[in-house]
């Protein structure tokens, strides 16, 4: 091109070489796209019944409205574990140990905290017998987040995220899945 030809192509394109090795205009480059659809995310809520697991679920409540998005409020029972109901105060140590009854009572605590919520129950078994009954229960968590495709997992933890947690914490191990954000209340309303 000398200094008073003009060029054809568009302001900023390079020009390319063709097949015998002439230069040729560069064309844009086209993109197809897909028209985005707008995502429904899911708020998973790993509920015992403690004060910190309720706390959890009046904050993801709370996203949920702000964000008109799902919450899914996960009970996990393991079977044939009494000793790890009295542990978190499903059962005094002379009541008979029924996995149904607690699911039952459980289900009421959730529903006077959010009657909107979606309930699940698992009751993961024993896959492993070197597995503790909380590593039973952080597994079967992490597979229903992924079942539900959870975006934030809220986690009621004292312990969660700390150097040191105690043995019986699911709050540690589940926050260390990188598949979902993880939010995790440590404190009450009350204190």
């Not at 993801?60 to 978190?88: G, K, Q, S």
Request: glycine residues 6%; proline residues 6%.
């Amino acid at each position: 091109m000398g200094a008073a030809e003009t060029c054809d192509r568009p302001q900023g394109a390079r020009p390319r070489i063709g097949a015998a090795g002439e230069s040729a205009t560069a064309r844009p480059a086209v993109y197809k796209t897909r028209a985005a659809t707008p995502r429904s995310m899911t708020y998973l809520v790993p509920f015992d019944g403690s004060a910190l697991a309720e706390a959890a679920l009046e904050r993801a409540t709370e996203f949920a409205e702000l964000t008109d998005e799902e919450v899914v409020a996960l009970i996990v029972i393991p079977l044939d574990e009494r000793d790890f109901a009295v542990e978190r105060g499903w059962i005094d140590e002379s009541e008979r140990y029924d996995p149904d009854e607690i699911e039952s009572a459980l289900e009421v605590r959730i529903r006077a905290i959010a009657s909107d919520v979606t309930i699940r129950c698992e009751r993961p078994e024993d896959v492993s017998s070197v597995a503790s009954v909380t590593t039973d229960v952080v597994r079967t968590i992490r597979a229903v987040a992924q079942d539900v495709d959870a975006e934030i997992v809220f986690i009621g933890s004292e312990n969660a995220g700390r150097v040191s947690t105690p043995v019986s914490s699911v709050g540690a191990p589940v926050s260390e899945d990188p598949r979902y954000d993880v939010h995790i209340v440590r404190h009450t309303d009350d204190g």
